[in-house]
């Protein structure tokens, strides 16, 4: 086993395939909807998420909910018991903006100074984004890089990473991106649907589009910009065939860079609401 382990949250969605191949350590994010709070494990999904949010309507009125992060106990025991079997830990989470995953992270590692050697990065990006982050740092430990090493391969990769999607409501995006409300409103009487890219890992509303042909089309331009493509990811939620029309599509123009499926995490979908269709980009360096 590598001397360092990396240690992630559940936003990364990272495939089953992977943590079997590297020993990734996922913390659970929490979403939490009026009083309750609800883990982010396999058996909890973005309609899951919705559904919640749906039975607990008020008036016609949306409750939104909040990304949250587990008790810092909970996270300083993940720490100890890796640090009994490796002599440094790397910790990479969602995007510091969009969940204080990073943020209890931090303190649990401060609480455990002089004991462990832990790093945790904020990877200022979000779902495949940050599962990607994770894969490329569990495979330099794998090849014996050390904590600071990693931390550099994830440094370095950070500026490469890309993220553009579609969202066909600006309601969720009205607290985290604090968009005015007028805007949100135009959205959905226009039935128009929004293009959203990351910035300093923030959600950032870009254009507008009105139909899914258009879309995927949008995502597709986007994705073939970059001359280095190392790894493109795509999720979505309720945009099946439009991600079925953007897979064809890339099968086509990008012939030597299979796209992966990825899982909608309910702390992204926190964010951005229901029918989504996104595209991620991992742009190899030269």
Request: proline share 5%; glycine share 6%; hydrophobic share 40%.
């Amino acid at each position: 086993m590598s001397k360092v382990r990396i240690v992630t949250d559940s936003d990364a969605s990272i495939p089953a395939h992977v943590l079997e191949k590297y020993p990734i350590e996922v913390i659970p994010q929490v979403l939490r909807v009026e009083r309750e709070r609800y883990e982010d494990t396999d058996g909890f999904s973005a309609d899951r998420l919705f559904q919640l949010i749906r039975e607990n309507q008020s008036g016609g009125r949306i409750l939104l909910p909040e990304v949250d992060a587990p008790d810092i106990n909970y996270i300083m025991d993940v720490y100890q018991r890796l640090g009994q079997g490796a002599e440094e830990i790397v910790a990479i989470h969602m995007s510091g903006t969009l969940s204080p995953m990073w943020s209890q992270s931090r303190k649990a590692a401060d609480m455990m100074m002089g004991r462990y050697r832990i790093r945790v990065m904020d990877s200022q990006t979000t779902a495949m984004g940050l599962g990607m982050l994770a894969e490329l740092a569990a495979e330099a430990a794998e090849d014996g890089a050390n904590l600071y090493e990693v931390a550099r391969v994830v440094n370095g990769a950070i500026p490469h990473i890309y993220v553009t999607f579609f969202a066909e409501t600006l309601y969720y995006l009205e607290r985290s991106a604090r968009l005015g409300a007028a805007q949100s409103v135009l959205g959905r009487m226009l039935g128009i649907k929004a293009m959203i890219t990351m910035e300093d890992g923030q959600l950032i509303p870009l254009e507008k589009v009105q139909t899914r042909e258009d879309v995927a089309e949008k995502l597709y331009d986007y994705t073939a910009e970059f001359a280095q493509n190392e790894r493109i990811g795509l999720i979505q939620h309720r945009y099946e065939q439009t991600q079925e029309q953007l897979l064809e599509r890339l099968e086509e123009g990008l012939p030597d860079i299979p796209a992966r499926v990825w899982r909608y995490p309910p702390s992204l979908a926190a964010h951005l609401g229901p029918n989504v269709m996104g595209v991620i980009v991992y742009e190899g360096l030269d």
